[in-house]
């Protein structure tokens, strides 16, 4: 709870920061004089960001052979998107959809993968667009070009984004290194004084059972899933359309003429770089960061509007939702008891392949 009353507060003071400085009010008649087309195209543009979620999870789920309801896999979009928004880094969200995952059954091993597989190409898709910016400036610019801001949040995502793609790869190509130094870590001696030989011994064989059904699970994707891959990697593409075309719209909505091209290569920055501020949700520094990017293509004294209709519609309404999905979940019902644990095949080893993988009863 303390840190969904710090993500409000601090939003809060962004968009009070903005408003002072833009000239001490939100201008209310613009407000009610906007075409409610255009707030219920942005409010459809973030439903089918939620949708295209729970239809990626729900591919990957099918793609191991793990039944996952659709009622359960929008439920946990949507623990995903609460505990996002209420993390430092927005980093809440995949590690609770891992736990929600095992939670309905799904081994821990393959959680672990679809998650993992899910946010990967998602970042691969935010991070292609990225790139795109450039090239789009050389074909589309009819004389106006990247301010100093957005040029350095522009390099510095794409900066941040692929050296973790690149530390992924690396941790997965020397996976073998990684286990033996954990492997180390938990053998010290002062690990097995504190914690007893016999229940790191059973923690130890867990911690195997968990990577190799992993590490199965990801070749699997590769080697036999590949059109599933494809699939996630275009739906995320769809997914960030969605959310880039919500600042486009409001833009328009609120009387910019700037070319379309340079608000989305606007936007596609902003998300560059937001998603790496320290505070819960990025508040505070959203709002802030927004009103610097997206101030030129609005006259100044709707910079506030703008940005507060915006945070409404992409972050606050997702809040309010996954609030109510959490609480929902946390008090509404028990959760599922988990299947008894079994030995997960090993790729390449016959009988291996996760998608065929029965549960005990």
Not at 158 to 175: E, K, Q
Not at 278 to 285: E, F, H, N, R
Request: charged residues 15%.
């Amino acid at each position: 709870m303390r840190n969904l009353a710090a993500a409000v507060l601090l939003g809060s003071v962004g968009i009070a920061a903005v408003v002072l400085v833009t000239g001490g009010r939100i201008d209310l008649g613009a407000l009610r004089s906007i075409n409610r087309s255009y707030i219920l195209a942005c409010a459809g543009l973030v439903a089918l960001d939620w949708l295209s979620e729970a239809v990626r999870l729900r591919l990957l789920c099918r793609a191991l052979g793990e039944e996952v309801s659709i009622s359960s896999v929008l439920r946990i979009v949507f623990l995903g998107v609460f505990f996002a928004r209420i993390t430092p880094f927005d980093s809440g969200g995949e590690p609770f959809q891992v736990y929600a995952l095992h939670r309905n059954g799904v081994p821990l091993g393959h959680a672990t993968a679809m998650i993992a597989v899910k946010a990967l190409l998602h970042g691969l898709a935010r991070v292609s667009l990225g790139i795109l910016v450039p090239v789009w400036l050389i074909l589309t610019a009819k004389g106006w070009h990247l301010s100093r801001a957005a040029a350095i949040a522009l390099y510095a995502g794409m900066a941040i984004y692929i050296g973790v793609f690149v530390l992924v790869i690396l941790m997965f190509v020397y996976r073998g290194a990684a286990q033996r130094l954990v492997l180390r870590v938990f053998n010290s001696g002062p690990l097995a004084r504190l914690f007893g030989r016999r229940r790191l011994d059973a923690a130890l064989a867990r911690l195997e059972d968990h990577y190799r059904a992993f590490v199965a699970a990801v070749s699997h994707f590769g080697r036999e899933r590949r059109g599933t891959i494809l699939a996630v990697t275009l739906i995320s593409f769809v997914s960030w359309s969605a959310v880039l075309a919500v600042p486009v719209i409001l833009v328009r909505a609120l009387g910019g003429a700037s070319p379309l091209a340079e608000v989305a290569a606007t936007a596609i920055i902003f998300y560059l770089a937001v998603a790496y501020a320290p505070t819960p949700g990025s508040s505070g520094a959203a709002e802030i960061g927004f009103a610097t990017l997206f101030a030129r293509f609005v006259p100044l004294p709707l910079v506030g509007v703008l940005v507060l209709l915006w945070r409404l519609l992409t972050h606050y309404l997702s809040l309010l939702l996954g609030f109510m999905v959490t609480a929902f979940s946390m008090f509404g019902r028990r959760p599922k008891a988990l299947p008894p644990p079994q030995e997960p095949a090993l790729a390449g080893q016959p009988g291996s392949d996760p998608a065929a993988e029965q549960r005990q009863p």
